[in-house]
């Protein structure tokens, strides 16, 4: 029987795993749109609960999943991150502000 740590990470796993791999999942098509991926060496849960135990340390606390810290990046060492909900909307917030202000700048360089 897993702790209720191992758990809340087994979770946040197998959600990952849902985003990449399961064509019925509501994030499937955004995350397959993106090209991204899980990252082969993580393909058991052992191998990432070493990761996560060896380089992040414990969940911090309720609340916290396992998230992207470059959301245009695949699930991958150094990629990685205790967050909350709150975290990662204002994460993908800011980048997708960051694309809109490339596309323009683009544009001005093409007119010019």
């Known amino acids: 029987m897993r702790t209720p740590e191992s758990q809340r990470l087994f979770n946040s796993y197998r959600s990952i795993r849902q985003h990449c791999y399961n064509p019925n999942n509501a994030q499937y ?3 397959q ?3 991204l991926n899980i990252k082969c060496f993580w393909n058991s ?3 990432f609960e070493t990761y996560v135990d060896e380089r992040l340390g ?3 606390g309720p609340g916290y999943h396992i998230a992207r810290i470059d959301m245009t990046r695949d ?3 150094g990629n990685i991150a205790w967050s909350t909900t709150r975290e990662q909307m204002d994460r993908q917030r800011s980048e997708e502000h960051t ?3 490339q596309s323009r700048l ?3 360089c093409r007119l010019l």
């Open 58 to 60: 414990p969940c911090p």
């Open 106 to 108: 683009h544009l001005v």
């Open 29 to 31: 098509q955004r995350t």
């Open 75 to 77: 699930y991958a060492p």
């Open 33 to 35: 749109a993106a090209g």
């Open 45 to 47: 849960f052992r191998q």
């Open 99 to 101: 694309s809109e202000l």
